[in-house]
C-alpha cells in the first residue's frame, strides 16, 4: 500500500510538473484522465478493478493491467447497444497490458469479435501496451482526435 501511495504521488507530482510519465508506468485512469482534457465531449466514467471487470481480465495472466472508460456527450445513448456503466458505446475504454504485444493480442480478438458483430463496431488504437477502444457511434473523424490524444500522450 505504502509503495502503491508513493508511486501514485511520484506521478502526480510529475504530472503537476509537466513531465510525462512513462508509457509502462501508466495505469489506465492516468491514460483516460488526459484523454478527457484534450478531447472535450469526453468524461471520465468507470475505473475497473478486478471485482467489477465485466470480462474478468483485469490482472489475470494474458489481461490487462487496468482498465478505465469514457463517455463522450456527442453519442446519442438511445441508438448504442450497450448503455451500461463503462460500455464502450458510450465512449470508450482504456485498457493496459504489461506490453505491447500484450495490447496488440488483446485488439487483434477485439477486432475479430466486432468485425462478426457490426452492431458492436468501434474503432481500435494500440500505442505500446495501451489500448485505446472508442466507440463506433462517433464519425472516423471524431475519433481520429481520440487516437491523436493518445499518440500526444504516450507518444
Known amino acids: ?6 508511486t501514485l504521488l511520484a506521478a502526480a507530482v510529475a504530472l503537476a510538473a509537466g513531465c510525462s510519465i512513462p508509457t ?14 484534450r478531447v472535450g465531449p469526453a468524461q471520465p466514467s468507470v475505473v475497473f478493478t478486478a ?5 474478468g481480465l483485469l490482472g489475470r495472466p494474458g489481461g490487462y493491467t487496468s482498465k ?4 463522450d456527450d456527442r453519442i446519442d445513448v438511445s441508438q448504442v447497444v450497450d448503455n451500461q456503466p463503462g460500455a464502450v458505446d458510450l465512449g470508450g475504454s482504456v485498457e493496459v497490458f504489461e506490453n505491447a504485444a500484450g495490447a496488440r493480442q488483446r485488439a487483434d480478438y477485439v477486432e ?4 462478426a458483430l ?7 488504437y494500440v ?28 507518444g
Open 51 to 55: 471485482e467489477t471487470d465485466p470480462n
Open 68 to 71: 478505465a472508460t469514457f463517455v
Open 24 to 37: 509502462e508506468q501508466r495505469t489506465a485512469e492516468q491514460v483516460m484522465r488526459e484523454l478527457v482534457v
Open 1 to 6: 500500500m505504502a509503495l502503491r501511495l508513493a
Open 118 to 124: 457490426p452492431a458492436f463496431a468501434e474503432y481500435d
Open 127 to 154: 500505442f505500446g501496451p495501451v489500448l485505446l477502444r472508442v466507440s463506433g457511434q462517433l464519425t472516423p473523424g471524431q475519433a481520429a482526435a481520440y487516437e491523436a490524444a493518445l499518440a500526444e500522450i504516450v
Open 112 to 115: 475479430q469479435v466486432t468485425q
